[in-house]
């Protein structure tokens, strides 16, 4: 059964400062999403990284993918207050050949960030 | 709004009664996804269809719950005999073609009481 562990659970940062949400699975796969929630609302799709060292950035977002150690990271720079938000990792573990999407998301737990003026 | 659509977006129902909700994913999205999402968790993958072809059904998805997508279009999800824990947010989801993102709907938040 896949797992998907994401941490911190929860984070409490200032603006301005710098931090690296982790995302940690444990069966092999090269598809993994990040998504944002607000509260109330529903998720929004952040990256998608598809293959082993992908590596994406939005704005004062980046996130990269490790295959080989089962890792992926979400980088915030600078961290500014609308960023404030639940951000959650998905690994997608079906094979390339299952027509993708089969058997779902498996979505972490997801990381509770506040970012304070 | 081309966004994938959700109705009802809140529910409230006795417990042992029947509730249906609806889907409407983005248009030609041939690949639609229920998952559900308790307080404090990330979503759940309940099922999954390509076109009208249900393809994968999580062990979550009890005998109570039914999914239906005719003619390949919107979906719609039915809870049978409800029971308190059934009270969730219902996230629905859409996506066309494979390695891409799949496009949440705003979800239908069931109370069972």
């Known amino acids: 059964e896949l797992k998907v562990e994401q941490n911190p659970l929860f984070l409490s940062m200032q603006e301005g400062k710098n931090y690296t949400i982790y995302c940690n699975y444990s069966?092999?796969?090269?598809?993994l999403y990040w998504y944002r929630q607000d509260p109330g609302k529903s998720l929004e799709s952040l990256f998608v990284?598809?293959?082993?060292?992908a590596v994406k950035q939005e704005g004062r977002l980046m996130a990269s993918l490790d295959t080989k150690a089962r890792l992926s990271t979400l980088h915030i720079t600078a961290a500014v207050h609308d960023l404030s938000a639940t951000y959650f990792c998905?690994?997608?573990?079906?094979?390339?050949?299952?027509?993708?999407?089969?058997?779902?998301?498996?979505f972490g737990k997801g990381t509770h960030l506040i970012i304070q003026p | 709004d081309t966004g994938v659509s959700q109705d009802p977006r809140h529910k409230i129902t006795k417990r042992g009664q029947n509730v249906t909700f609806r889907c409407d994913p983005i248009?030609?999205?041939?690949?639609l996804y229920w998952y559900r999402q308790t307080l404090g968790q990330g979503p759940e993958f309940l099922t999954y269809?390509?076109?009208?072809?249900?393809?994968?059904k999580s062990r979550l998805l009890s005998d109570r719950f039914s999914a239906e997508r005719p003619k390949g279009s919107f979906s719609t999800l039915e809870i049978q005999r409800t029971e308190q824990g059934d009270s969730a947010m219902y996230l629905c989801?859409?996506?066309?073609?494979?390695?891409?993102?799949?496009?949440f709907g705003q979800g239908t938040r069931l109370t069972v009481v």
């Open positions: 989801a859409s996506s066309l073609g494979t390695d891409v993102e799949a496009f």
């Open positions: 069966t092999t796969s090269d598809r």
């Open positions: 990284l598809l293959s082993n060292g």
């Open positions: 998905a690994v997608d573990s079906s094979g390339p050949y299952s027509g993708g999407g089969a058997d779902g998301l498996t």
């Open positions: 248009s030609e999205h041939n690949r």
């Open positions: 269809f390509q076109n009208e072809a249900q393809l994968e």
